[in-house]
């Protein structure tokens, strides 16, 4: 049979897999700030967290289910309100509890990736001014060092922060309430506070030397119109770029990428009208994860780059399909450009509960119960796992 020009080869070595986040799906982190925030008299959060997933006693389903789905990689959190509940006591079982679920990787062989900070601090932490706190750098390097006996057999990707634009980002814009398609400004002195921190706990996991760390930064596909270019170095340089030039000799850099921002003349606009939009309201996109890795690429002057997030919070699993297929392309097109892409890890292998907006949308290749917890792959996670599988990509299906 002659090639099919629409079919693409990924090459072998290339890790599949899913992402996950501790506080998403753990159930009843009740030490983190996030739980406490979820908890506050007159919160803006919309639902509770509770139960979640119930993944802290049932990860070994999750791990086994995407090993027999096709997948060869977990990306997957570390909870620090569980690891260190109070300020300098360290959780023996919490840690005995991670290691287990590295061990459960190896077992079903997968590839852990363990992210140290996806968001939720301890309520202590929080308490000290969170990243304000004149001791944020210190005692997120100890927290490191606290979780090293983690990953100190076997794991070789760790994600120090997540997001950490997202993070500053937060704090930046915090009580603003800023309109779905605006990103709010990072205070800058947070933004720097998590590069020192990032630094000091990549410094204190090369006591490790088979570890290869970065950090994941939400890229956001900003697209200047015509003669915008200016306000979109502008608007992109403290919400993105700054983070990626951060990331300049580290082993890897983490691109997660969901839709685009357009910036015209005063600055980003809401989707044009009559744009199909996800359940989280951004415009069905699938190229941004494209515009993200090239972005990387090229501030971070040439790091190894991983899609450690990608993915659609809807209700159409057809349009999830769809929209890996156009962002694998998107992804396949940058590799052939020469760029140094080692991985897909979709977000995420199960429908979890999604910060500000509950269990509404469903971002999951694997459906959950929320009342028997049972696990239910969906079609998109049989396909996704055969692209893993076989290495290849049909486009005209
Ligand atoms: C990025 C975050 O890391 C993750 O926690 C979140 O659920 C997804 N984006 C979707 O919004």
Not at 2 to 30: C, D, K, M, R, Y
Not at 265 to 289: C, H, N
Request: with cysteine; proline share 7%; net charge negative.
């Amino acid at each position: 049979m002659p090639p099919n020009p629409n079919e693409l080869h990924f090459p072998s070595g290339f890790l599949w897999g899913a992402a996950t986040a501790a506080h998403q799906i753990e159930g009843n982190n009740v030490n983190s700030d996030w739980w406490a925030r979820e908890h506050a008299p007159g919160t803006t959060l919309p639902e509770v967290s509770g139960d979640a997933c119930d993944s802290y006693h049932r990860y070994g389903e999750e791990i086994r289910l995407l090993a027999d789905l096709g997948f060869d990689t977990y990306r997957f959190s570390i909870e620090w309100a569980r690891i260190e509940p109070e300020r300098g006591f360290v959780s023996r079982a919490a840690i005995e509890h991670y290691r287990r679920m590295v061990a459960a990787c190896h077992e079903a062989g997968l590839t852990p990736m363990v992210t140290l900070h996806h968001f939720s601090n301890p309520r202590w932490f929080a308490d000290l001014g969170g990243w304000q706190s004149p001791d944020a750098v210190d005692l997120f390097a100890r927290f490191t060092e606290a979780a090293l006996p983690i990953v100190a057999d076997g794991v070789d990707w760790v994600c120090t922060i997540n997001e950490p634009n997202g993070v500053a980002g937060a704090i930046g814009g915090a009580n603003l309430n800023l309109p779905n398609h605006v990103y709010a400004l990072p205070d800058p002195q947070v933004s720097q506070t998590l590069v020192q921190a990032h630094r000091r706990s990549r410094a204190v996991l090369s006591a490790i030397p088979t570890i290869k760390s970065g950090w994941a930064i939400a890229t956001q596909a900003f697209q200047p119109e015509p003669g915008c270019e200016e306000v979109a170095h502008t608007y992109g340089h403290p919400r993105e770029d700054f983070f990626l030039e951060a990331a300049r000799g580290d082993d890897f850099i983490g691109v997660q990428a969901y839709t685009r921002t357009i910036i015209g003349p005063d600055g980003p606009k809401p989707p044009r009208e009559g744009v199909e939009r996800t359940q989280m309201g951004w415009e069905y996109y699938p190229p941004a994860v494209g515009d993200g890795i090239r972005n990387a690429w090229k501030l971070t002057d040439g790091v190894p780059v991983f899609v450690t997030e990608n993915g659609i919070g809807t209700a159409d699993d057809t349009r999830r399909i769809a929209y890996t297929a156009g962002a694998l392309t998107a992804v396949h097109q940058a590799m052939a450009d020469g760029i140094d892409v080692r991985g897909y890890l979709h977000w995420s292998a199960l429908d979890n509960y999604e910060w500000g907006s509950g269990y509404r949308p469903t971002f999951g290749l694997i459906a959950v119960d929320r009342e028997t917890f049972v696990r239910t792959p969906k079609p998109s996670a049989h396909w996704l796992g055969q692209v893993a599988k076989t290495g290849r990509l049909t486009t005209d299906a």
